[in-house]
């Protein structure tokens, strides 16, 4: 089966005040379809721009990127429909109800609501918003209108789901609830998720793998966790510290 994200030797540099800055320097790595990947590092470690190239907003300085064998800063039509984000911020339009925002991604690709497995209703009630479908975004609380921001990302059926610090706003709580349900429902539905957040405590509890970024945006460090948590051998404090270790060091 080939990877569905492939990055190989990427580097990617920025002219800043006149100086040429580096945020993403010789990365590779490769993410295999239905794999939920996070990605941890500490603030300028180039996890955004990564995020930026996959989505096609850059091209690379150096070295390839391809998502489903497409490089996609210059094939982005081919790829319309199969790559859907998830932000920090839940970008709603506000002139828009519930459901209505969930309908959005379809709107724009010109998919077919009949033709979907899951509505968008179903979906909104997939993440307990039922009863909710009519209310606008200043109705619901901020934790709410996270929930219509995850409806609407799984509203096309997309291949690919980016989470950019898609829980990072919301309580302790709240955030933790919603963590869950995105994950249960995308292994349920086979997404390949590259999630970016700065929570070890979050990677570690929804990654299949883990990559520790260090800057420039490089892969420092790599743990297999869905290996040691179905063998019951993960050891949270011991891995814990092992990033920690690596995000503090020399390269970070």
């Known amino acids: 089966m080939s990877s569905a994200i492939v990055l190989d030797r990427v580097s990617r540099t920025f002219k800043s005040a006149g100086r040429e800055v580096t945020a993403v320097d010789d ?8 794999e939920y990947v996070c990605i941890v590092g500490r603030s300028g470690g180039g996890k955004s721009t990564t995020v930026n190239l996959i989505l096609g907003l850059l091209a690379p300085t150096t070295g390839t990127v391809r998502v489903f064998g497409h490089d996609p800063a210059r094939d982005g039509d081919v ?4 790559v859907a984000c998830i932000f920090q911020s839940d970008r709603l339009l506000p002139w828009r109800t519930a459901v209505d925002n969930v309908r959005l991604p379809l709107e724009i690709v010109g998919r077919d609501e009949a033709r979907l497995a899951v509505s968008p209703a179903e979906w909104l009630s997939r993440f307990k918003l039922d009863g909710f479908e009519e209310a606008y975004p200043h109705e619901l609380s901020g934790g709410m209108r996270q929930r219509v921001a995850l409806a609407r990302a799984m509203a096309c059926d997309p291949d690919i789901i980016l989470a ?37 405590d979050e990677a570690m509890s929804l990654a299949d793998r883990i990559l520790v970024f260090g800057r420039p945006g490089r892969v420092c ?15 949270a404090a011991a891995l814990e510290q092992d990033i920690k270790a690596v995000m503090a060091g020399p390269h970070a």
């Open 79 to 82: 790829l319309r429909g199969r």
């Open 27 to 34: 990365l590779s790595l490769a993410i295999e379809p239905g």
């Open 164 to 200: 950019d610090e898609s829980f990072a706003s919301l309580d302790a709580i709240t955030g933790e609830a919603l963590r869950q349900e995105f994950r249960d429902a995308a292994k349920e539905t086979g997404k390949t998720v590259i999630h970016i957040t700065h929570s070890i």
């Open 221 to 235: 460090a790599e743990h297999d966790v869905s290996r040691e948590r179905d063998g019951r051998t993960l050891n």
